[in-house]
């Protein structure tokens, strides 16, 4: 960890030197016969602040998806678990429970790979069955279905 430290410090030093060094020759070339040279700093001090946004925000991206992406993989999940239960009722019926599941269970990893985001087979099951009991249990409230054959892929 020590080496990365320095080694971005180093990176990040490198630009300011160089660009204080290519300024030396032009301030010194206006009044080396005159008075003292005045010499401005402007132009480095920009580049260094402008050096540091960036590495902060670099910081921050890295931060933002070590810490921010994870939680937010669980509602994402249990959203697109939602979407994909209802998609496969409207499409296939009442019924065909195992094909229902499969076709769900199609959607959540093919919209997830669209997103680049990697999830456990496991927990991606445990959303699509949670949404289904949530549907089932819509269904029965609302007198669609009676609570007898509300049996689901195990």
């Known amino acids: 960890m020590k080496k990365w430290v320095s080694l971005i410090l180093l990176l990040l030093m490198m630009p300011l030197l160089l660009c204080g060094w290519a300024l030396v020759p032009g301030a010194m070339g206006e009044g080396m016969a005159a008075a003292p040279v005045a010499f401005d700093a402007t132009p480095i001090v920009a580049a260094g602040i402008v050096l540091i946004g960036a590495a902060l925000g670099a910081v921050l991206l ?85 609570g007898v054959n509300t049996q689901l892929i195990e």
């Open 62 to 146: 890295w931060l933002t998806y070590k810490y921010l992406v994870p939680l937010l993989k669980v509602p994402i999940l249990g959203t697109l678990a939602k979407w994909a239960v209802d998609f496969a009722e409207q499409q296939l019926g009442s019924g065909n429970g195992a094909v229902k599941f499969d076709m769900a269970a199609e959607y959540v990893v093919k919209v997830l790979a669209g997103l680049h985001v990697q999830v456990d087979p496991e927990q991606i099951r445990a959303a699509i069955i949670s949404a289904w009991t949530a549907l089932n249990l819509g269904q029965i409230a609302a007198g669609i279905k009676n």
